[in-house]
């Protein structure tokens, strides 16, 4: 496989991904981070790291709308709960560094 095919295969399971997680706003951030360590949050840090490293001038304010389609914020009021003692036990258990 040609390095731009790569390119393209990776870019489109990328948007796949970010797609099925924009659908999927009864899965909560903390669960994804206690499953797979990483979340939506994680996803549009990456984004800017990666726009940074370029020189590519982009805002942690429009990185986060780049992966949850709309202003974080917004996202927030609408989908996100309040974590559970479960879920916070869990996160402080797979997270100690």
């Known amino acids: 496989m040609d390095d731009q095919t790569r390119l393209e295969l990776e870019a489109a399971a990328f948007r796949r991904l970010v797609s099925h997680l924009r659908e999927r706003t009864d899965v909560q951030n903390i669960d994804l981070m206690n499953l797979a360590g990483f979340c939506r949050n994680c996803l549009s840090n990456w984004m800017k790291e990666a726009a940074d490293q370029k020189g590519i001038p982009l805002s942690k304010d429009q990185s986060r709308e780049a992966i949850y389609g709309m ?3 917004e996202w927030r009021a609408k989908y996100q709960k ?3 003692p479960e879920q916070k ?3 402080e258990k797979s997270h100690r560094h």
Do not use: G, I
Request: charged share 20%; net charge negative; glycine share 0%.
């Open 71 to 73: 202003p974080y914020e």
């Open 82 to 84: 309040e974590a559970s």
């Open 89 to 91: 036990a869990a996160f």
